[in-house]
T-cell receptor, first 115, second 116 residues
Framework: DTEVTQTPKHLVMGMTNKKSLKCEQH?????MYWYKQKAKKPPELMFVYSYEKLSINESVPSRFSPECPNSSLLNLHLHALQPEDSALYLC??????????????FGEGSWLTVV | AQSVTQLGSHVSVSEGALVLLRCNYSSSVPPYLFWYVQYPNQGLQLLLKYTSAATLVKGINGFEAEFKKSETSFHLTKPSAHMSDAAEYFC??????????????FGTGTLLAVQP
């Protein structure tokens, strides 16, 4: 089973709201990722967790706050977002990163609209 | 730094025709290369990957890609296009960040349209 599950699939939030995106995988992968994808653009890396510790933050604004409560779960907490943050947010995971050839598996994504 | 370049942001073929999507890479070391497909309103699905085991890589849905070091290319092909192949295709190279963590560096994508 190569499945990364993301909830919710669609989220509409106001600029003063606090919401969270959730991601779950049961493949035993120890690296998990958040990507942001704007329309007609490739995905852009936001965060990487390795063994439940944040290993990469690609200079993402603090209104995005990631959390990895355990090896299967990854959250992205959202607060005071701007309309330009509207995008598809993709979660991904990969096995222990001993090789650059490991496949990174993506979820279906969460469509976020900020109004 | 490693990178990939996809030539042609839009490719249109007729159903049953050959599909050729181009990807060239830039890497100082043997690269790990991937092709992902994204259907409308969906996430990314791995089509195939090159990890130096064989230069001709077969993937899902009848797609294949050939790694050509002399041309620094990893073009994606399918002999006969089907309507269901209409999607966005991304070529990507895997890189190490900070010496340990995998990250994918994506090309700009090619939107494949299949005409009946």
């Amino acid at each position: 089973d190569t499945e990364v599950t993301q909830t919710p699939k669609h989220l509409v939030m106001g600029m003063t709201n606090k919401k969270s995106l959730k991601c779950e995988q049961h493949m035993g992968h120890r690296a998990m990722y958040w990507y942001k994808q704007k329309a007609k653009k490739p995905p852009e890396l936001m965060f990487v967790y390795s063994y439940e510790k944040l290993s990469i933050n690609e200079s993402v604004p603090s209104r995005f706050s990631p959390e990895c409560p355990n090896s299967s779960l990854l959250n992205l907490h959202l607060h005071a977002l701007q309309p330009e943050d509207s995008a598809l947010y993709l979660c991904a995971s990969t096995p222990v990163q001993t090789s650059s050839g490991n496949t990174i598996y993506f979820g279906e994504g969460s469509w976020l609209t900020v109004v | 730094a490693q990178s990939v370049t996809q030539l042609g942001s839009h490719v249109s073929v007729s159903e049953g025709a050959l599909v050729l999507l181009r990807c060239n890479y830039s890497s100082s070391v043997p690269p790990y290369l991937f092709w992902y497909v994204q259907y409308p309103n969906q996430g990314l699905q791995l089509l195939l990957k090159y990890t130096s085991a064989a230069t001709l890589v077969k993937g899902i849905n009848g797609f294949e890609a050939e790694f050509k070091k002399s041309e620094t290319s990893f073009h994606l092909t399918k002999p006969s296009a089907h309507m269901s192949d209409a999607a966005e295709y991304f070529c990507a190279v895997s890189d190490k960040y900070g010496g340990a963590t995998n990250k994918l560096i994506f090309g700009t994508g090619t939107l494949l349209a299949v005409q009946p």
